[in-house]
């Protein structure tokens, strides 16, 4: 029989929510305020916590902070009279499992202590998983490369080969795949690990911008140029530049690009004084360079000097064996950041993932576990706080056909229900895509009568 201690200054709401739990077979125990409510939860130990905000003494948030050291895992339910959004968040925030407004309905309280019971008996019956080497070479700085299938490992065995020497590298891969973090393994692993590391994302700047950004220029160049500025190359030094999305670059950026590859010296724009470039170039992209050439919107001769040696980065979808070590290491990773415990893995959650086609890469798989985190009443990973993203990936779009001759009110009553219907009535995954809060979706579901099929 599981223990619910009950902290509430009320003896009337105390002995109501008493006779409700104990008829469902709870063992309860109360406690007139905070301070004998903590002295309970240390000598009694409950199994879960239902305590009052506004109480003498200390408050409802105060006693959520100080169980939260004294047993992380102990679910606690925080009550209030007021409706506060501020509240709601800051109790959320501490770690409450769930947040109720007074008068408290019955079965609501009923089904949400369930809920909690339930995830404190599923971690119970999983082991943490967290237990990532911190040692490990793959570590750069604070990003972990993980791969333990044949294709990285033979990406990290060729990394370990060139990065002894300053050779160009070409780095290939769908968006999403960790190109720039390859990068930064090729830099920190070898020769160049005490030089600077300088990132250009070369599809951000126009031309002229870019050329700045790369050489430099010189006072009174050009309008807005009030001072002498150096180039990323020249800020590289002996280390290495990496230059991000580099077949979004000009034909005339690339002509000079390729005289600083060949002649290893570069001039600001505007100036005349001749500068040795010495650094590594490390250059990366998501489309076929070898098309564009074709095409006429890459030179040929460039894509050779940049390409002395290829890492050709494979899909997620490729890569499946990896997704298990990804999520415990974007645990590992997520929790520091986000102040959460989410420390180990519900049944089935890993053959979900492997079972998506993950377009968006390991950025996309990133951003699903930091959702499910954020959404995560406990210490597991489950399966209802992971969204997927369930529409195909197409390269042709697809005309939709939209009744004409409607009032706004037909026309959004029609597009609420067909994003629905596509993600099977996921309302999480609805709100995101319709850019709407889920009480209005629920509220648009009610207003427009809107059912399944």
């Known amino acids: ?39 309970l939860v240390r000598s009694l130990h409950p199994d879960l916590v239902i305590t009052d905000f506004q109480m ?7 006693v959520l902070a100080e169980i939260r050291k004294l047993n992380i895992a102990l679910p606690v339910i925080l009550l209030t009279a007021f409706g506060d959004v501020v509240l709601t968040i800051k109790s959320i925030q501490l770690g409450a499992f769930d947040f109720l407004e007074k008068p408290i309905d019955p079965n609501q309280l ?18 943490e998983v967290l237990h990532e080497d911190a040692s490990s070479e793959s570590m750069i700085e604070d990003n972990i490369l993980v791969g333990k299938t044949i294709q990285m490992k033979e990406i990290f065995k060729n990394i370990g080969r060139i990065s002894l020497n300053k050779v160009n590298v070409l780095i290939q891969g769908e968006t999403g795949t960790g190109k720039e973090l390859i990068a930064r393994l090729v830099h920190y692993s070898g020769i160049t690990s005490n030089q600077p590391l300088v990132i250009v994302n ?33 800020l590289a030094g002996e280390g290495s530049i990496f230059l991000d999305e580099i077949s979004e670059i000009s034909l005339n950026t690339q002509v000079k690009l390729l005289r600083v590859i060949q002649e290893l010296e570069f001039e600001r724009v505007g100036g005349e004084e001749t500068i040795p470039m010495k650094a590594r170039i490390i250059a990366a992209t998501n ?25 050709d980065l494979p899909p997620l979808r490729e890569r499946k064996d990896d997704i298990r070590d990804l999520v415990i290491h974007f645990l590992h990773k997520l929790n520091k950041r986000f102040n959460k415990n989410v420390v180990k893995i519900g049944d089935g959650v890993i053959e979900m993932l492997k079972a998506h086609d993950w377009y968006g890469n390991v950025r996309e798989l990133e ?16 399966k209802e ?69």
């Not at 070369?202 to 220029?217: D, N, Q, R, V, Y």
């Open 367 to 382: 951003n699903t576990i930091l959702q499910a985190i954020v959404m995560s009443k406990s210490d597991v990973l489950e």
């Open 385 to 453: 706080n992971i969204t997927l993203n369930t529409r195909q990936h197409q390269d042709i779009p697809v005309a939709i056909e939209i009744p004409t001759y409607r009032s706004l009110a037909d026309l959004e009553k029609y597009h609420i229900k067909r994003i629905l219907d596509e993600v099977n009535w996921n309302k999480l995954e609805a709100s995101h895509i319709l850019d709407i809060t889920r009480p209005t979706l629920n509220a648009k579901i009610e207003k427009y009568s809107l059912t399944r099929g």
């Open 287 to 311: 489309r076929n360079l070898e098309e564009l050439i074709k095409e006429g919107k890459f030179r040929e001769d460039l894509y050779y000097r940049l390409k002395v040696f290829t890492i």
């Open 202 to 234: 070369c599809s951000a700047l126009t031309e002229t911008l870019l050329e700045s950004e790369l050489f430099g220029h010189v006072k009174g160049s050009f309008t807005g140029s009030i001072r002498d500025k150096k180039g990323k190359f020249e």
């Open 56 to 62: 003498p003494g200390i408050d409802g948030l105060e």
């Open 110 to 127: 009923k089904s949400t202590i369930l809920l909690a019971l339930n995830s404190v008996k599923v971690s119970n019956s999983l082991n």
């Open 1 to 39: 029989m599981e223990k619910i201690l009950i902290i509430d200054d009320n003896k009337l709401i105390r002995k109501s929510l008493k006779e409700t739990l104990s008829k469902v077979g709870y063992n309860v125990i109360e406690a007139e305020d905070g301070e004998s409510g903590l002295d």
